[in-house]
């Protein structure tokens, strides 16, 4: 069971939803390192608004695309479809649009600081055709953070009872000073009924790879599912008993401590949250970020837009003393290419 945190409490930082967010975060057997938040006003609207760009931009001629994709960031603004690397092979199942939902051009007045991070500190790049998408976006971008920076006040109350030396507000603070904050607007093409099923070694994830983030915390919404085959991208009818069978089995999957994999089914007008790597280290540990994969759904024409916004600290952000955000992504880097 995911737990669900009301926005009307989490404004009120007297609140004590200390329980709660045991339950949802906390280092302990059955903990998803996820919850979802309910009633967050204006979120519905926005969510149906911004979805459908996934498949309007997928639709773009291969024109426009090349012309929003960004080399030097490695793919990191902009549109990236074949790019990245999952179970070995390029991945051409999903095409992803990053942006910075808070500086549309990077925020840093260091001039190193683009050349240096280049993945973090170059402008978003919006594509001429969907004029009203940058405004969407950057919107809903912003209204995740907010109700991110309150999951995180709640969140440290809670590291703040388990290891009182950390510093008051430390995960809230680091998103709030964070510069670097990065959506993915994600749009899972199309797949075959054989392409969806559990491959011979049991492996479930046909549209996204295991992993952990390595985020503080990441704001999710539930998914969209659309009609390809009309060029209006309407939703499917879920009432589809078809569509129903196929999207039974899928959707985001999290391994909990226990090793075990609970299915994940976020409610349309619910936010999700996860937390990443970089509050697991910076709590001490009280928080533990769970390994998930996203399972593909089979249906002709059928495709899924969702979108992720990764609150990520600064780059010079200590996590511990003498231990930076950036030593972290070296080392999980490095731990990469050991495997
Ligand atoms: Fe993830």
Redesign the pocket.
């Given at each position: 069971m995911v737990v669900v945190l009301d926005y009307n409490k989490l404004v009120d930082p007297d609140c004590d939803l200390y329980q709660y967010i045991d339950d949802a975060f906390g280092n302990k057997p059955g903990a998803l390192g996820a919850c979802f938040v309910s009633n967050v006003p204006g979120f519905p609207e926005l969510r149906e608004k911004c979805l459908r760009y996934g498949s309007q931009l997928a639709a773009l001629s291969q024109s426009e695309l090349d012309s929003m994709v960004d080399l030097e960031s490695c793919y990191m603004f902009g549109w990236s479809h074949g790019k990245e690397i999952m179970n070995g092979k390029a991945d051409f199942a999903k095409g992803s649009f990053y942006f910075n939902p808070l500086h549309d051009v990077p925020a840093s007045e260091d001039p190193e600081f683009a050349a240096k991070f280049v993945e973090y500190g170059r402008p978003n790049i919006w594509p001429p055709s969907l004029p009203q998408m940058k405004h969407d976006l950057m919107e809903l971008g912003q209204l995740i953070i907010k109700v991110g920076k309150l999951v995180a006040l709640h969140c440290d109350k809670y590291i703040s009872k388990k290891h009182p030396d950390l510093p008051p507000n430390f995960l809230q603070s680091m998103i709030e000073q964070s510069m670097i904050p990065k959506s993915r607007l994600l749009h899972y093409f199309p797949i075959s009924k054989e392409d969806a099923e559990p491959t011979p070694d049991g492996s479930m994830d046909s549209w996204c790879g295991l992993?952990i983030?390595h985020s503080v915390l990441?704001g999710l919404t539930s998914a969209m599912y659309n009609d390809e085959s009309d060029p209006s991208f309407p939703q499917v009818d879920t009432s589809n008993k078809d569509i129903q069978d196929a999207l039974k089995d899928a959707g985001l999957y999290i391994k909990d401590k226990d090793e075990k994999f609970t299915q994940v089914k976020i409610p349309k007008e619910y936010l999700a949250f996860?937390i990443g790597e970089a509050a697991q280290v910076a709590s001490k540990e009280a928080l533990l970020a769970t390994p998930?994969l996203v399972r593909g759904a089979a249906y002709p024409n059928m495709s899924r837009n969702t979108l992720?916004l990764f609150m990520q600290p600064n780059v010079d952000q200590e996590l511990m003393p003498g231990y930076t955000f950036h030593d972290f992504t070296k080392d999980i880097m490095a731990r990469h290419y050991e495997q």
């Open positions: 992993h983030d990441t996860q998930h992720a």
